[in-house]
T-cell receptor, first 113, second 116 residues
Framework: AQSVTQLGSHVSVSEGALVLLRCNYSSSVPPYLFWYVQYPNQGLQLLLKYTSAATLVKGINGFEAEFKKSETSFHLTKPSAHMSDAAEYFCAVSSTGGFKTIFGAGTRLFVKA | DSGVTQTPKHLITATGQRVTLRCSPRSGDLSVYWYQQSLDQGLQFLIQYYNGEERAKGNILERFSAQQFPDLHSELNLSSLELGDSALYFC???????????????FGEGSRLTVL
């Protein structure tokens, strides 16, 4: 069975500071891993994805994530937070074939001026 | 714009009633997924259809049912509604079932259901 754990339901950073959102996964097969972002009153949109190619994945809006198999982690980072980054972020895992994508509980990012 | 269209955007109804939520996937996508998002449960997978057939089932209540039609649009039917069914219901689509489908989903903007 697959599962995703996001550490911290709320994260607050200052504008210009490093953003680090943590995600650990559990999967019995090589996983596909994703980060999605949800802005207020909108649906989720894909930020980036890991599909067994490069372990460091770059996404949109300056975000990136590193797949670490030994730590079963896929943490999301951004060097410098912007006010527009304030949103809810979801880590997700699926197996080959994408039958079912399992989402974490989400982390709400607050950015202070 | 993800290309996934959901209607209605907002719906207010009473307990015991039945509602139907509609989803049109991205052009060419064969898989449709339904998710329920609530404050206490987070984002819960309900059900997946591929080219008209049910393929995976999640935490979907027996009072809920779904189908995917030949034109690939999907409907989620919620009956005997309870207060706890108030939530945001998302539809998502993806291109295929296997062999290249990484599970990347394209989400609609959701249908917000309020049960009074």
């Amino acid at each position: 069975a697959q599962s995703v754990t996001q550490l911290g339901s709320h994260v607050s950073v200052s504008e210009g500071a490093l953003v680090l959102l943590r995600c650990n996964y559990s999967s019995s097969v090589p996983p596909y891993l994703f980060w999605y972002v949800q802005y207020p009153n909108q649906g989720l949109q894909l930020l980036l994805k890991y599909t067994s190619a490069a372990t460091l994945v770059k996404g949109i809006n300056g975000f990136e994530a590193e797949f670490k198999k030994s730590e079963t982690s896929f943490h999301l980072t951004k060097p410098s937070a912007h006010m527009s980054d304030a949103a809810e972020y979801f880590c997700a895992v699926s197996s080959t074939g994408g039958f079912k994508t399992i989402f974490g509980a989400g982390t709400r990012l607050f950015v202070k001026a | 714009d993800s290309g996934v269209t959901q209607t209605p955007k907002h719906l207010i109804t009473a307990t015991g009633q039945r509602v139907t939520l509609r989803c049109s996937p991205r052009s060419g996508d064969l898989s449709v997924y339904w998710y329920q998002q609530s404050l206490d449960q987070g984002l819960q997978f309900l059900i997946q259809y591929y080219n008209g057939e049910e393929r995976a089932k999640g935490n979907i209540l027996e009072r809920f049912s779904a189908q995917q039609f030949p034109d690939l649009h999907s409907e989620l039917n919620l009956s005997s509604l309870e207060l706890g069914d108030s939530a945001l219901y998302f539809c998502a689509s993806s291109s295929g079932l296997a062999g290249g489908n990484t599970g990347e989903l394209f989400f609609g903007e959701g249908s917000r259901l309020t049960v009074l």
